[in-house]
């Protein structure tokens, strides 16, 4: 898979998993929230019979904004936690003191406690209004998400869905402070599930091992599984017909435990002329260019390539419905496509190949030329050594943009 695919990829991705951070929106304000503090909302719950909901965001989380603009607003939402809860919303980067004391780790994240403060059940992710209302009655009732985690697993109709229930499941053990059993989760779905699921391939190599990983800053054994996975890859992509999947598992592995510099060092112990080189060095195209190697990442991505895969990407978008999309996530697709791009324009002229830079830049320009896209462009060809490319006359195209490229956020 070429990067832009692995990007846009494992943002879809993540709109079914932990939040993870996305730009800032405007705020929208849900009646179903009190301005209290925790304190006073536990005073308030407990004169009035009711359990404290708390919803720990940040502001830079999309799936909080998500929630603000949609579940949030649902009137048989509102009505539920009205009758059932003191409902407040606690930023986490500013009560950093709470956020710890309840261990959140993801945002969003939804606590339903007791007035004294005692934990019931914890939701963690987006969750749209009818299948939130489900889990905090059944919360409510006694069961808890690890419970109705562990009854998912037993009842998947299919592969996928038992893949799917088995990861929900090790993260919730992970957050329930059930370390090994989380890891023989995260392990089964790394080492079997996730490779013979379709559509999980990009998350196994992303989410599941930052999982693994953050389990390991409590849980030793979880960094020594990937170590040992690891090396058990190395081993593999030593075989000169190594496959890309192994070279893949071993560049991600590598990232994972912050030693990509022995995946470049791996590279460069390969022959000149060896087939592993150009696939491994589409996977290292991240680190060639923070390294400025240009010529090695041109030879991975050359030109032809560049094109089809931009030429591909725009036909999916002007045949995406818009109306089964968030707008933020188009969004942010976009802005995805237009890094994409510069680090490409970045590298063709960086390599020499500067007709090609400036074609590509004329194509990028026509496709977005709002001031955040020009300075993104400038600013890669500056790096590259090039700034006089952008001022080419025959790059600096007025054309309007196309009607199926969003309007690019202002970033905080």
């Given amino acids: 898979m070429n990067s832009i ?17 996305l ?18 909302a536990g005073q308030k719950a407990a004169a009035e019979s009711k359990i404290v909901f708390v919803d720990f965001y940040t502001t830079w989380c999309g799936p909080c904004k998500m929630l603000d603009q949609s579940t949030w607003q649902d009137a048989a939402v509102i009505d539920l936690l009205r009758a059932k809860a ?25 606590l339903l406690l007791k007035p004294d403060g005692t934990e019931i059940d914890r939701l963690v992710g987006y969750r749209e209004a009818r299948t939130f209302i489900a889990e905090f009655n059944s919360g409510l009732a006694g ?50 599930g996730m490779k013979q699921a379709p559509g999980m391939h990009s998350v196994r190599n992303s989410f599941l091992l930052s999982d693994m990983a953050n389990l390991g800053r409590d849980f030793p054994p979880a960094l020594t599984a990937l170590r040992e996975r690891r090396d058990k890859a190395l081993a593999a992509a030593q075989a000169p017909d190594a496959s890309r999947d192994t070279l893949m598992d071993l560049a991600s592995l590598n990232r994972t435990l912050k030693e990509d510099a022995k ?20 996977i290292l195209f991240p680190q060639l260019l923070e390294a400025k190697r240009y010529a090695d990442a041109a030879k991975a991505q050359p030109y032809e390539r560049i094109a089809q895969t931009f030429a591909v ?29 510069a680090e490409h324009v970045e590298m063709l002229a960086g390599s020499g190949q500067t007709a090609e830079a400036k074609e590509l830049l004329a194509t990028a320009l026509n496709y977005d030329h709002s001031d955040e896209a020009k300075a993104t462009f400038r600013q890669h060809l500056e790096r590259a ?17 196309p009607a199926a490229a969003p309007a690019t956020a202002t970033q905080t």
């Fill in 23 to 40: 730009a800032h929106a405007a705020e929208t304000v849900s009646p179903a929230f009190n301005d209290l503090t925790f304190e006073a």
């Fill in 385 to 401: 050594g090039h700034p006089e490319l952008f001022d080419n006359p025959a790059t600096n195209t007025t054309a309007p943009a």
């Fill in 263 to 282: 995946t470049l060092e791996f590279f460069d112990r390969l022959p000149a002329d060896d087939v592993r080189r150009d696939p491994l060095g589409l």
């Fill in 313 to 341: 990407m725009q036909k999916v978008e002007s045949t995406r419905d818009p109306s089964r999309m968030p707008e933020r996530l188009r969004q942010l697709m976009h802005e995805n496509q237009i890094k994409w791009l």
């Fill in 143 to 192: 069961k808890t998400a690890l419970q109705r985690a562990q009854e998912a697993v037993k009842g998947a109709a299919t592969d996928q869905d038992r893949v799917q229930a088995r990861y929900k499941l090790a993260r919730l053990l992970a957050l329930d402070g059930k370390n090994q059993e989380a890891l023989d989760e995260f392990l089964w779905c790394y080492d079997e």
């Fill in 5 to 21: 695919l692995l990007r846009t990829a494992v943002f879809v991705a993540a709109l079914s998993l932990l939040g993870r951070p």
């Fill in 86 to 110: 003191v409902a407040i919303k606690i930023d986490a980067e500013k009560e950093k003191t709470l956020a710890a004391r309840y261990k959140i780790a993801a945002y969003p994240t939804l």
